[in-house]
């Protein structure tokens, strides 16, 4: 869940509330989404990504290029518990309508089953 509604972050969020996802808000940058996520719940033991602390701050800026074919999507991760410095990386999504997509059907209550037994 993204808040777009002009909230700020809470000042802290108790430890039992936190999950893997965080609290994101999110605003408009003239044509560009700007995503700020924290408060996440500690991941020790990590995923694909590697761990990550509580402390994590991931902030994401969506912009559809000119002919709307394309988004450029760029992130920067601070975690000072894991990673010694910030880490940047801008990558574009292609809109690709020549790929038959399978139907995908996710619970996400399910899905959120797999990554820890007391999420």
Sequence with gaps: MIHMDGRRH???????????TGHSIGHWDGGTLVI??????????????GPSGS?????????LNEDGTGI??????????YLTSSVSHTYEWQHS??????????DPE???GYL????
């Design 72 to 81: 450029s999507i760029d992130f920067t991760l601070e975690d000072t518990e």
């Design 36 to 49: 700020d996520t924290r408060h996440f719940r500690d991941h020790p033991e990590g995923n694909s990504a």
């Design 97 to 106: 309508p020549h790929i038959t997509r399978l139907p995908h059907s996710c």
């Design 10 to 20: 809470p000042e802290s969020i108790p430890d039992d509330d936190k999950t893997w």
């Design 55 to 63: 402390e994590k701050h991931l902030v994401e800026r969506y912009t």
């Design 110 to 112: 399910s899905a959120f």
């Design 116 to 119: 820890a037994e007391d999420q």
